[in-house]
């Protein structure tokens, strides 16, 4: 069955600090990867996307993801971190098997201390 | 672009009323409309599915007759909680599949509180 796995229940990083945060998905075929921003109280912003071509995907708010097919993950990183980025992180895998899906991973919490 | 709105943003009610949340896209067409309910600290998880036009697809586990989806035009989708109680105090996201089919965009989320 597909799955999306996010180790990291929440992560503290230091402001200005570098931050990656790790998901690992499980598809017979490659997907289509998501990462979005949820900050408390709100809705889903969508920060990047991999469809196919360049694995290095560069998103908004300086964020950008790698896909690695060989490891099965899609890990988003940002070389430094501001405290505004203190929010939850999902991965997520669509599919388009008959009608689209979307399999979202569990989140991970991002602290930011100063 | 692809703007969802949801309305309203926060609700409470008495137990055994109604409510209707209203999920709109503001500046595209989308034929699917996604419904999430999301608990604290927890995940999105995934209500139905709602295409234009014809019935909602459920989850394993909603009840259909609880959570009434409408997806009468290409831009608005209701969800529909009928006779709420307290245990149906959640979250409620919903999203829209943008054009190309693949992409989902979310509203802000309606935050629902039965008393």
């Known amino acids: 069955a597909q799955s999306v796995t996010q180790p990291d229940i929440h992560i503290t990083v230091s402001e200005g600090a570098s931050l990656e945060l790790r998901c690992n998905y499980s598809?017979?075929?490659?997907?289509?990867l998501f990462w979005y921003v949820q900050s408390p109280g709100q809705g889903l912003q969508l920060l990047l996307k991999?469809?196919?071509?360049?694995?290095l995907v560069q998103g908004i708010k300086g964020f950008e993801a790698e896909f690695k097919r060989s490891q099965s993950s899609f890990n988003l990183r940002k070389p430094s971190v501001h405290w505004s980025d203190a929010a939850e992180y999902f991965c997520a895998v669509g599919l388009n098997t008959g009608g689209f899906k979307t399999i979202f991973g569990a989140g991970t919490r991002l602290f930011v201390k100063a | 672009g692809a703007v969802v709105s949801q309305h309203p943003s926060w609700v409470i009610c008495k137990s055994g009323t109604s409510v209707k949340i209203e999920c709109r896209s503001l500046?595209?067409?989308?034929?699917?409309m996604f419904w999430y309910r999301q608990f604290p600290k927890q995940s999105l998880m995934l209500m139905a599915t709602s295409n234009e036009g014809s019935k909602a697809t459920y989850e394993q586990g909603v009840e259909k007759d609880k959570f009434l989806i409408n997806h009468a035009s290409l831009t608005l989708s209701t969800l529909t909680v009928t006779s709420a109680h307290p245990e149906d105090s959640s979250f409620y996201i919903c999203?829209?599949?943008?054009?190309?089919?693949?992409?989902?965009?979310f509203g802000p989320g309606t935050r629902l509180l039965v008393l």
């Open positions: 598809y017979g075929a490659t997907p289509y």
């Open positions: 500046d595209f067409q989308a034929t699917t």
């Open positions: 999203s829209a599949l943008g054009l190309a089919q693949e992409t989902q965009y």
């Open positions: 991999y469809f196919s071509g360049d694995t």
